[in-house]
């Protein structure tokens, strides 16, 4: 049985760019009759809000995906929140650290920013951290620790990796790219890679479809579950809604926010169908719902390439809307 899910982190409104991951993550799951999870992902308490938390359960209904456990309908593998499961990110730390994985890292903020190297090509969690305090020995840790609590890095194998997005195709990762990686900070909140794969490993996930600025993050996932002796799921990667100025689209381009298109009267068929169409799945631009979609759906029909939205394409959602009234 596939299982898949949508795991959100709620720090903002939802926007078309998460509506398009989590529609094609549901359209791949639904497909094939396997069960839909939805998981909140709030361990940066600073960031998220159980508003936007709120919300988020409430547009997605509003575009016609459903889950079968999830937060507000529980399931075997409660709780759906990642706050509320910290205890098996401490168990997973502490095999991590049994098993020698792990290391202490004392750097400053202005340290790493000084010693950063260029990074070989992962954008998504700033430059690679240069390997510092992996070469302490164990006296200077010792009188390091004396004066600060280190945050903890994974220390990633000397070894290049292989992996096939079902997306975006195979990929190649050399060895140590990215850079050890810190599962724990300092001021104790767990790393969004522990966390995540502890959960999709706990919770069976099969699949993980996602947006696309995740794809550099996946190396480093499945070096966890290596080194958690766990299975790793199949992934794919959608690809993301850019700006013209080539940034990820935000409220900067417009008005992306479901609520926002919902207040402008838009109907769910016309932002579903716009999404449908803008990531190639429909060669029309037209109303349609989600549940419509899954009678051919392929994810080999979505397209690889980041999409750019201008501002006539947002235009496009509410004449569709309009074109559609008139008839
Ligand atoms: N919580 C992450 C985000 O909202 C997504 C995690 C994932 O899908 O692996 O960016």
Redesign the pocket.
């Known amino acids: 049985m596939k299982r898949g899910r949508f ?3 709620p720090s903002g409104p939802m926007h078309l760019g998460n509506a398009l991951s989590a529609l094609i993550a549901w359209l791949h799951i639904r497909k094939d009759h396997g069960q839909f999870i939805l998981r909140i ?1 709030d361990i940066d308490t600073q960031r998220s809000k159980p508003e936007y938390a709120r919300q988020l359960l409430e547009d997605l209904r509003w575009l016609g995906i459903d889950w079968d456990e999830g937060p507000d309908v529980g399931g075997p593998y409660a709780p759906y929140v990642q706050n509320k499961r910290l205890d098996r990110y401490e168990s997973a730390l502490h095999a991590l650290e049994a098993a020698g994985r792990l290391y202490p890292c004392y750097c400053s903020r202005a340290d790493l920013a000084a010693i950063a190297r260029a990074p070989h090509g992962l954008a998504s969690e700033g430059p690679a951290y240069a390997g510092t305090c992996r070469r302490l020995t164990a006296a200077e840790r010792s009188t390091k620790s004396a004066a600060k609590t280190p945050s903890l890095r994974f220390a990633l194998p000397d070894a290049p990796l292989r992996f096939v997005d079902e997306i975006q195709g195979p990929q190649q990762v050399p060895a140590g790219s990215g850079g050890d990686f810190v599962v724990k900070r300092a001021d104790g909140m767990f790393g ?1 890679q522990l966390a ?1 794969v502890v959960d999709d490993a706990a919770m069976g996930v099969t699949h ?1 479809v ?2 696309g600025d ?1 794809l550099d993050s996946t190396p480093r996932q499945l070096w966890l579950y290596e080194a958690l002796g766990l299975p790793a799921p199949a992934f794919a990667h959608v690809p993301l809604l850019l700006g013209e100025d080539g940034r990820k689209l935000s409220k900067r381009h417009g008005a992306v926010a479901l609520r926002e298109l919902q207040a402008a009267g838009a109907a769910p068929e016309q932002v579903v169908g716009w999404l449908a169409h803008v990531c190639g799945l429909r060669d029309r631009l037209e109303p349609v719902k989600a549940s419509e979609l899954l009678g051919d759906f392929r994810l080999e029909n979505v397209g690889k390439q980041p999409i750019v939205v201008n501002g006539q394409m947002l235009r496009q959602i509410g004449e569709v809307s309009i074109k559609n009234s008139a008839t």
């Open positions: 795991a959100p982190t992902e969004y995540v993980v996602r947006g995740l």
